[in-house]
């Protein structure tokens, strides 16, 4: 029956496809992007992409919540660690893998790295790739890929500087300063976030762990530093360094919902500190060839500590605990790309990445974990004719383990886990058409994989569960049918059916001993839905944008054990209103209807929430930006226990210089 319905959503969408009228619009965002930090599959676009301005239209501070916008990319805020994160189509961040600027950046012991961390100052755009995604991204790609594209300057002196406070005792200061003279440009910037706590809605039951509106230990701090230097010699060649570094401070909220199985957890994070050094470049290899490499290092430093309770001073009791996290990652990826065969693009891309997890808790030896892995792939832009293009792909990856410490503490001794590898082969084909200047459809097919991290592999999860270091790869076989049609140069739509058959699926089996669990393949799983995203010019100076997106998640192999964290239907929309040209004024709402916050079925409530955004030019250099989040004051949840923001504002100042 699933597969029937969906089969009638395949057809309908195939019906407005052929009902459609009128030219695509076409219009291209290149100002001010690092071009040498794009992974580019062709001008099909079938990525998705959050510009700038986008981002500072509706006051997101985050990469999370800039993408949060896009349809089928559900916000998630994981409680229990406090760490804002996104699904893409139901596939979490451990399948969909985050990259700065086509480096990768994720945590390397358990592949998630928390968004919430990531402010977008220093970003031109953010390019989502759902299902399908470029083969020269490289290994792990399962569910898609985020790539944070930064910036670069284009004049001879670019300046902004942005302050500003918002509640619970907030401060944010953006500062950026650039230069491009011609063959040699720089970009440096500055953020920082600060922040004592946030405020609950009084819709909110105090209770005896919230006694009051301040939700405790909610308080954050984010600086990051960002240094680009480049070298253009000429109009085909580009090289460049790059170098950014994050300090985080923050604390986590207690658990308050009603999962009498939930302990809580008195936990704050003096600590989470991310550097990363990188160089890029592009040469053209004669008039129809290039070569762009990329080498990088990166590293993570994460500090956790658990007290004895509420009063965050004391570490005496059985829970209590310090752990140390100190990561490094580098690697090294070459993409070289030719025309040489007529109506043809064709590439290749190789990745090594080497990880490194080294974690103790205090007063405990250290524990070495380290695989490499290594990726070649190869792709093609084929055009048999201008309205067609058919880019097939294919790769081959491989995981090795280097090291896998296991610790006993009744001894405290330090023994080897047996070494393990896996490899696995993804396949995939784009087919992009141009029906004359009305529409254009694509169609894809990608069969991707996702090896287990060392956090599945190797993890006690705090003594409930026994490592299991021989899972392999999951695989899944995504399919999507998607359009931008144009009707009366007002109106434009963008349809999404999309389907996912997950297999190997990695997943905690309970019991293999008396109480004791294990992550195995054993899972056999289905996503499947569709979005749409609409965008109409009412007037000149008046739009709207809204887009709604189904998800359904099926357990095959175990219909018991149910997936979390993503609403079956989810809304998101704005409307811009600009009166005069110094003006603008932004309307959005969310509405996320029921989620699963635990596979037994406890549940997250439905919710909507309404956001306002007001921008004024007073003078040739000067911005002011104001506005009112969570308007209504609604008391609403992401995981259940963990109640958002209630009403909350914001104002900030904005100097800009450009010469």
């Known amino acids: 029956m699933r597969r029937f319905s969906f089969l009638i959503l395949i057809l309908s969408f195939i019906t407005i496809i052929v009902n459609a009228q009128k030219n695509i619009d076409s219009t291209s965002m290149v100002l001010k992007v690092y071009q040498l930090g794009e ?41 229990a660690r406090n760490e804002t994160t996104v699904f893409l189509r139901g596939f979490d961040l451990r399948s969909v893998p985050v990259f700065a600027d086509g480096i990768p950046v994720y945590v390397p012991y358990d592949g998630y790295v928390d968004l919430g961390r990531f402010t977008n100052s220093d970003l031109s755009k953010i390019e989502v790739s759902k299902g399908y995604s470029s083969i020269l991204y490289g290994a792990n790609t399962i569910g898609g890929a985020i790539n944070m594209i930064s910036s670069k300057p284009l004049k001879k002196l670019e300046f902004e500087l942005t302050a500003g406070a918002f509640s619970g005792k907030a401060y944010n200061t953006n500062l950026s300063v650039g230069s491009n003279l011609g063959k040699v440009y720089f970009q440096g910037s500055f953020s920082r976030i600060s ?153 290749i891309a190789g990745h090594y990445k080497y990880d490194m997890h080294r974690e103790n808790n205090d007063g405990e030896p250290v524990r070495h974990f380290a695989d490499n892995t290594l990726s070649i792939g190869i792709e093609d832009v084929f055009t048999p004719f201008s309205k067609l293009k058919i880019i097939p792909g294919i790769s081959y990856n491989i995981i090795n383990s280097v090291i896998a410490e296991d610790y006993d503490s009744n001894n405290d001794a330090i023994s080897n886990y047996p070494a393990n590898s896996n490899s696995a082969t993804n396949m995939q084909v784009a087919t992009y058409y141009q029906f004359n200047d009305k529409i254009n459809l694509s169609i894809t097919g990608a069969y991707k994989t996702r090896f287990a991290t060392m956090k599945d592999r190797y993890s006690y999860r705090l003594g409930i569960a026994i490592p299991n270091p021989d899972l392999i790869a999951e695989t899944a076989m995504n ?9 009366a140069d007002k109106i434009s739509i963008q349809p999404a059916i999309f389907y996912s058959h997950i297999n190997n699926t990695i997943q905690m089996v309970d019991n293999v001993l008396p109480g004791i669990s294990q992550m195995q393949n054993t899972g056999e799983s289905e996503f499947y839905g569709a979005d749409i995203s609409v965008n109409i010019e009412i007037y000149k100076n008046l739009i709207l944008n809204a887009n709604y997106s189904y998800i359904e998640r099926q357990n095959i192999s175990n219909p018991e054990i149910l997936f979390t964290d993503v609403p079956k239907h989810s809304v998101f929309a704005y409307v811009n209103y600009s009166p005069v040209k110094s003006v603008e004024l932004t309307f959005s709402s969310v509405y996320n209807s029921d989620r699963y916050s635990n596979s037994e079925g406890l549940l997250s409530q439905e919710f909507a929430v309404f956001n306002t955004n007001l921008s004024y030019e007073f003078a040739k250099y000067f911005k002011v930006e104001t506005g009112i989040k969570n308007i209504l004051d609604k008391n609403y949840t992401l995981m259940e226990g963990y109640p958002e923001e209630g009403r909350n504002y914001y104002f900030s100042l904005t100097y800009t210089l450009k010469k």
């Open 479 to 487: 399919y999507e049918i998607s359009s931008k049609i144009r009707f």
């Open 195 to 347: 922040r004592e706590y946030y405020s609950l809605s009084k819709d909110f039951d105090t209770c005896i762990n919230e006694t009051d509106y301040i939700r405790d230990n909610s308080y954050r701090l984010d600086n990051k530093v960002s240094v680009k230097v480049g070298f253009t010699p000429n109009e085909n060649d580009e090289y460049s360094i790059n170098y950014i570094y994050q300090h985080g401070e923050k604390g986590n909220p207690v658990y308050l919902g009603t999962d009498e199985n939930i302990r809580i957890r008195y936990w704050q994070w003096p600590r989470w500190d991310k550097q990363s050094i990188y160089f890029i470049s592009k040469t053209r290899l004669g008039k129809l060839s290039y070569l762009k490499t990329r080498v990088f290092y990166d590293k993570f430093i994460n500090v956790l500590k658990s007290y004895d309770d509420d009063t965050y001073l004391t570490q005496m009791r059985p829970y209590a605990f310090t752990s140390n996290y100190n990561d490094y990652s580098y690697g090294a990826s070459f993409e070289t790309g030719t025309e040489y065969l007529k109506n043809n693009l064709f590439k």
């Open 39 to 79: 992974i580019i599959i062709s001008e099909s676009a079938i990525n998705q992409t959050v510009f700038k301005k986008d981002m500072q239209k509706l006051n997101a501070g985050n990469v999370a919540s800039s993408i949060s916008m896009l349809p089928s990319v559900t916000l998630v805020n994981s409680g």
